[in-house]
């Protein structure tokens, strides 16, 4: 049986879950909490699915600010100091400025997109589309891998890895998730098919872990070459590369190759499902709302020289843009609770006791959608950063969701400059290139006759491209 830890949760303004240690410091109070049940505590009221809503029904209900939970759970996990260098590298090698460096990249990737989009105009469905530009823009700016467009290798390999690691991530999906003792039973035990799958699993992880690493790091070595491959035209900068000249340096800062290696298989899980939820929404954004989609591209047609594209570099003269990626970002934010943490010390919030080993859990979602800061706050309008005066950002008006959708702390999502960019520059140039519409699908009405409709959107959306 796990231990019985106490959970908080931050909610007018967001969400903590914490657990306690048996070291309280008696004087203060633990934060305002649900009513459990002896033992259970409550476990049986917070639900599987969608439970920050909960936590900020909860939250409005004591009128609080900070909730405290009860919950067993036996999950703990320690960030010593060799992960505490993962995070120093990708934290170092995605800051703002670093990322600056990666820009072809990016557009390399984003005009690929739309190349296959206009080669497959009949193709409505844009999801995969997406996938393979994320996978494309992670992969080359974490190893200066250029991936085929069909059938890639190196996706592959990081898809697979990846699926295994998300059906492990469920707890309660396996029988030893709830009886630990069956991790001793042998791998042939019937019922002990959790012990095959995990085999098969790292088998995966180490392929994606090793195989990209060791190919880009033998293309690096052998070209000696300098950050530009003059045959093909495109930076070749990457992560890898940086990091292998900083060993070869002797700087004090390099790190070592184990570092280097796992730190760089870490971004294609972290960055790419994330990144094209954001991407997904933002397209349901527009789908639902014509207007926007033309204020956009009316902006557009002003600034970008008719023929071209716009680039990163347009960012500050086409601030619709940058607010309908903001919005697409908040509306649907991609991680409501982000990744629990757990306190290292004791610490204390608006006079509440916060024991140190608690877990901590912000609740994004509900700072995200908080009408005292953002006015209507489930419907999709980038407006509400916009100066109507001046037609600029105005984050007076409505708080800039980065306080919020990317985490928080010193864990904050290494990734966030890199998702942003990747995200402004697709709609940018999706909306350039495109219109875009509710899919039509042809019907045979009763009396026989043939109609075309607009299909309605469900979570199974389709979007049609215009030219
Ligand atoms: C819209 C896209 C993205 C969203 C919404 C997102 C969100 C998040 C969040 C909420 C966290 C947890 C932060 C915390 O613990 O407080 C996180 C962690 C992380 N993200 Fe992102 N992310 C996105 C894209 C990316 C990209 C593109 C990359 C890399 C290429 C990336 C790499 C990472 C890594 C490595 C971590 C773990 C950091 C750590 O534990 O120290 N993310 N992300």
Redesign the pocket.
Known sequence: MGTYIDFFAILATGALLYAINRRRKPSLPLPPGPKGLPLVGNLFQVPSKLEWMRYHEWSAELDTDILHVQIDTSFRYRLGDFWRKH?RL?QKS?QLTAVKQYRPHLAQATRKLLKRLLDDRNDSNLIPHLRQLTAET?LSVAYGIQIQQENDPYIKISEDANQGAIIAAVPGRFLVDTIPILRYVPAWFPGASFKRKAREWSKMTRLMVEVPYADAKGRIVATLTIAFSEESGNSTASILRTSLQSIGAGGKDAFTEDVIRNTLA??YG??SD??VA?MTTCVLGLLEHPEVLKKAQAQIDGVVKPGHLPDLDDEPSLPYITAIAKEA?RWRD??PI??P?ALSTDDEYKGYRLPAGAIVIANAWAMLHDENVYANPFEFNPDRFIDPETGKIDYSRARDPLHA?????R??????F??FES?WLLIASLITAFDIEKAKEKVTLPSGEEVERTVELTHEYTAALIV
């Open positions: 995070r990708a995605l992670i870490v971004l972290a960055g994330t990144t954001s970002l991609v991680t982000a990744i943490h959708c990317f985490g928080f702390g864990r904050i999502c290494p990734g966030r890199m998702a995200l």
